[in-house]
């Protein structure tokens, strides 16, 4: 096996190794934190190299594919950063209805590649997202609601473990290591190289519905949408956003609904009977849309640029108790560019053969975004700490959304969260990949100023 390509070794201190920590975190909040090496791997032999070096040397490695992480999970002190953002290569079998996909693939170049064979995949829903974190962490992406999330559709995985040995994890091979890679998120022990995905059926057509409301009717609007989406088929997507709308330039409380549809029927149909739809401010009504137009909107949400901070929790409490205890965090919403989702998956059903375990009706997620490092106190605050006075309503969170530093909160249920831990001391006894990161190792205002929890 050969070994690495001394330019595809950074170590710290050398010219090139600030960029590529930088690069490594889409997000502006960058962590104050400094692997001793990173490695910028362009093949799976280069992981095999990587994670040799990492024996040697005795690195704990972290892992960086698309970067989406919000706080940066795989830069960790010390150790080393593997980087696996050149691991692009998308090969499909339209035949089998497969796809073998890199770590490092966004959702656009996969859907591209899908589409002119009739297949779709639940890519997430911000064009720029890598699969690997987002899929190993559940991943709900676009029609999640009726194909599930992401890591439900993960058939095998392409696994480069700590003793620096490749496998190929199926249900009947390594089967406890495919069960793990359906849902651990950034608790995985290995470095995924390959993801080989069981594809789904292009959509016929994709329409989309949104209502804008005055921010005074949040509490009617959001309690109706918690009753609706039992009248929506599982093919709707159905969320609700408060915060300021910079095209209404004011507050506002807005629903949006995207249905992916295999039949002429108007499956949006359902939200124009909602009883206080004439004060609507603004409304597009079943209106054709595409990939790109999704991804657009999304895109802009929570642009590139910033410094973000997201949390969540999974409840499945009575609205009105849930309105309740979320009044602070939307009366108090620090900016034009923060705000709050309140996604109404539904839940899903768990599967033996996969990890992933914390999910409830509602995801209800403060996403704080801004430009002044002086105000990261302020925004972290906002997010999770609002978010900890609700905390007796979680059944836990997305994996994906959270880096359990900040907030402590369970991602997988009491039994799945035991056993991923005894599967880990058989895959990675000496913890040579990073695992869930500690309150100790955030380097956010929020952790500086105490406030991390653990429990
Ligand atoms: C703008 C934006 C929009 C988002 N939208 C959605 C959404 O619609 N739905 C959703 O579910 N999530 C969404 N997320 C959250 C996103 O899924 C997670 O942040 C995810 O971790 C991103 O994956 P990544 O590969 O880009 O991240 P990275 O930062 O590269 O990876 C995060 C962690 O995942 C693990 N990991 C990644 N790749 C591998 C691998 N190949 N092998 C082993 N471990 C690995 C590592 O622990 C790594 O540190 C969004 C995030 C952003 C920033």
């Excluded at 859907?111 to 709900?140: D, K, N, R, S």
């Amino acid at each position: 096996m050969a070994d690495l390509y001394p330019d595809r070794l950074l170590r710290r201190g050398e010219p090139a190794y600030e960029q590529a920590r930088l690069d490594a975190v889409w997000n502006e909040r960058k962590p104050e934190r400094y692997p001793d090496v990173i490695v910028l791997a362009e093949s799976e032999q280069d992981v095999v190299a990587a994670v040799r070096l990492a024996r040697a040397e005795g690195l704990a490695v972290g892992i960086r594919s698309g970067g989406h992480s919000w706080v940066g999970n795989g830069v960790r002190d010390g150790g080393m950063l593997l980087d696996l953002s050149r691991l692009r290569d998308v090969t499909v079998d339209p035949a089998a209805r497969t796809a073998a996909v890199g770590p490092a693939v966004k959702g656009p170049a996969l859907l591209e590649q899908l589409a002119p064979h009739g297949l779709f995949f639940p890519t997430g829903h911000a064009p720029t997202v890598g699969i690997g974190g987002f899929i190993l962490g559940g991943g709900y992406g676009w029609d999640s609601r009726r194909l599930g999330p992401a890591c439900l559709s993960i058939e095998a995985v392409d696994v480069v473990l700590a003793g620096a040995t490749l496998v190929h994890a199926t249900d009947s091979s390594h089967p406890e290591l495919l069960w793990a890679a359906r849902g651990s998120g950034p608790g995985f022990f290995g470095v995924v190289t390959r993801f080989h995905l069981a594809l789904h059926d292009l959509p016929r057509r994709i329409l989309r519905t949104a209502h804008s409301y005055p921010m005074e009717m949040r509490d009617e609007v959001l309690a109706w949408s918690y009753d609706t989406l039992e009248l929506l088929a599982p093919a709707v997507e159905f969320s609700a956003k408060v915060g300021f709308s910079p095209w209404l330039r004011q507050p506002t409380v807005s629903v949006t609904a995207t249905a992916f549809c295999d039949t002429e029927e108007d499956l949006l149909a359902p939200l124009e009977d909602a009883p206080f739809r004439d004060r609507a401010i603004r409304a597009v009504v079943s209106q054709e849309t595409d990939m790109a137009e999704l991804y657009d909107y999304a895109d802009r949400m929570t642009p590139a640029g910033m410094r973000w901070a997201l949390d969540g929790i999974w409840t499945d409490e009575p609205v009105d108790k849930v309105l309740d205890a979320a009044r602070p965090l939307f009366d108090s919403i620090p900016d034009t560019t923060s705000h709050v989702l309140w996604m109404l998956w539904g839940g899903h059903p768990e599967r033996a053969n996969s990890c992933w375990s914390s999910q409830a009706k509602l995801y209800l997620s403060p996403n704080a975004g801004w430009t002044d490092p002086a105000e990261d106190l302020a925004h972290e605050d906002w997010a999770h700490g609002r978010l900890a006075d609700m905390q007796h309503l979680s059944k836990g969170l997305q994996f994906s959304d959270n880096n359990l530093a900040d907030r402590f909160d369970h991602g997988l249920s009491p039994a799945n969260s035991a056993r991923l831990e005894e599967i880990r001391a058989v895959y990675d006894p000496e913890g040579r990949f990073r695992s869930f990161m500690a309150p100790r190792e955030s380097t956010t205002a929020y952790a500086a100023a105490g406030h991390a929890r653990t429990h």
